[in-house]
């Protein structure tokens, strides 16, 4: 999960700490060296910076949103790299909020289903915009509303990477008590 200046902290939080209770490997990869501060002013730091990463190494990626963070991470050409060779490969590419962005500007939502915050949907051209869905899957790309459906997008992730079965527990665990 890469990790941008202004990304969407309940995002972010949400969909690490429910994919690590899944027991999935997630490393958090900011795009430069030092803390990253988010959207709403709530510093984090990175498991790594980009510089001490092998982007060939993952196999999955997972983008926050929020603003300017999306943007940022639009803008970052090897987020952009990363995101067209695991689609290439069928690996899980997944976004959230406005960060549907950055997999449109990496040119692999067109002619998919996908889902975004409402008020990035227009900029999602040449894409089926789904409105009335929190998590929409086409293939191995998974996208999301943003932070109020971030939990609900975790969730569908861990059924994904780490079966139904984790993903029900996880649920009921989490949400049910």
Known sequence: MPLAEG???IEFATIVDVLRRADLDVTVVSLRP???RGAHGITMLADADWSAIDPRSFTALVLPGGQPGTRNLASDPRVLDLAR???SE???VAAI???PLVLHAAGILQGRRATAFPSVRSSLTDVTVVEDESVVRDRAVTTSQGAGTAMEFALDLVAQLAGDARAAELR???IAG
């Open 34 to 36: 030092g803390p990253v």
């Open 7 to 9: 990304f969407e902290e």
């Open 85 to 87: 060779r695991l689609e």
């Open 90 to 92: 069928g690996r899980h």
């Open 172 to 174: 009921r665990v989490l």
């Open 97 to 99: 909020c406005a960060a």
